[in-house]
């Protein structure tokens, strides 16, 4: 809300309502021309002066307030309702403290006729109103100019997680790996070798259209993770297992595409893969909001593959969405990277802040 505490805009809307309620004034004090004169015009622009920063500053306090209780996520009639009372609230007790203030501390008796009293409450509502108004639009462009910028950069990242992934997938030896390993099936069994096949293809085809979509279910990205997987397990035989705990009521919750895929990649990149002792990759939900992938540690010999861009993608994936910190750990023997599970009802929310 930087635009909410910009000293220029307070001191211009300041001195406009001041020029507004002075004209008010002189536009009375011209119907009896004998009360016209500097020194009650001086008066009388000070009064307005000091009255217009009043109503100002506790209208601006009242909307800064609000929005930071309850943020700018979605245009509701409630919502404004809410903050209408709050603004009417807030210069009622300005109204009353400034009768008060004249009434003890003037010399000046306040108006007590109950007319002049309700178009006094009346005069602060409409100004309070339209500051209000004011402040709401200026958050609204400012909460949509950065909703605007972070849907563009989760944007780039998911084209750069998509190609990362495909670079992946077409680098020389992954795909010399898959085509000795699918020449080896075709030698010793050929309905693995069509099944290899048709997982291949379901690998490249979900890789292609990922970066279509800001999230995916997580029944999809299960789907295109046991395919991947079994490319990778094909090859390793009992040097890797994949374990899926997840129960059925969470696959229509949202992930961001490939996640999985990076972190399954990562878990074979940084580890040693053998029969005599199989990494073990497990996925499962925790307290029904996370999920959860788990790999043994079994670093690499020498120098492992550096995919380190590909989790801090993730990370920033995931901050771009406004939720919860993606946590990553290593403990216990296992590196552990939990990803933050994403409600249907959250997508409006969660796309368009």
């Given amino acids: 809300m930087k635009l909410a505490k910009s000293y220029r805009i307070r001191i211009t809307g300041i001195l406009i ?109 409409i100004y309070g109103g339209l500051i209000a108004a004011l402040y709401e639009l200026l958050i609204f462009m400012e909460a949509w100019k950065k909703a605007t910028q972070e849907a563009e950069e989760l944007k780039q990242l998911n084209l750069m997680s998509q190609l990362d992934s495909l670079k992946s997938q077409v680098k020389p030896h992954f795909m010399f790996n898959n085509f000795n390993t699918l020449t080896g099936l075709v030698e010793k069994d050929k309905g693995l070798a069509v099944k290899f096949i048709a997982e291949l293809s379901k690998v490249y085809r979900y890789l292609l259209q990922s970066n279509e979509k800001e999230l995916v279910p997580l029944a999809q990205e299960l789907q295109f993770t046991r395919s991947y997987f079994f490319l990778i397990q094909t090859r390793f035989r009992e040097g890797v297992d994949l374990k899926v705990r997840v129960e059925e009521r969470f696959l229509n919750h949202l992930i961001a595409p490939l996640t999985l895929q990076v972190l399954v990649e990562h878990a074979i990149q940084q580890n040693q893969v053998g029969a005599r002792n199989p990494l073990l990759i ?40 406004n939720q919860p910190e993606v946590f990553i750990s290593h403990g216990g023997g296992c590196f552990t990277v939990k990803i933050p599970l994403i409600l249907s009802a959250q997508v409006h929310e969660t796309l368009h802040y």
């Fill in 17 to 125: 309502i001041t020029l507004m309620r002075l004209a008010l004034m002189i536009s009375d004090e011209i119907e009896s021309p004998d009360s016209l004169s500097f020194i009650s015009f001086l008066e009388n622009a000070g009064v307005s002066l000091v009255l217009s920063a009043l109503i100002w500053e506790i209208t601006r306090w009242a909307v800064v307030a609000f929005n930071r209780r309850y943020p700018l996520k979605q245009l509701s009639a409630k919502r404004f309702g809410k903050e209408a009372l709050l603004v009417l609230g807030v210069n009622a007790v300005g109204y009353a403290l400034t009768i008060a203030w004249y009434f003890f501390f003037t010399a000046v008796p306040p108006p007590t006729h109950k007319i002049f009293l309700l178009f006094g409450l009346l005069d602060r509502f």
């Fill in 282 to 321: 497990d996925i499962k939900v925790e307290d029904d909001t996370w999920l959860v992938v788990i790999n043994n540690l079994q670093p690499k010999r020498g120098e492992p593959g550096v995919d380190a861009n590909s989790l801090q993608h993730i990370i920033n994936k995931y901050k771009l969405l």
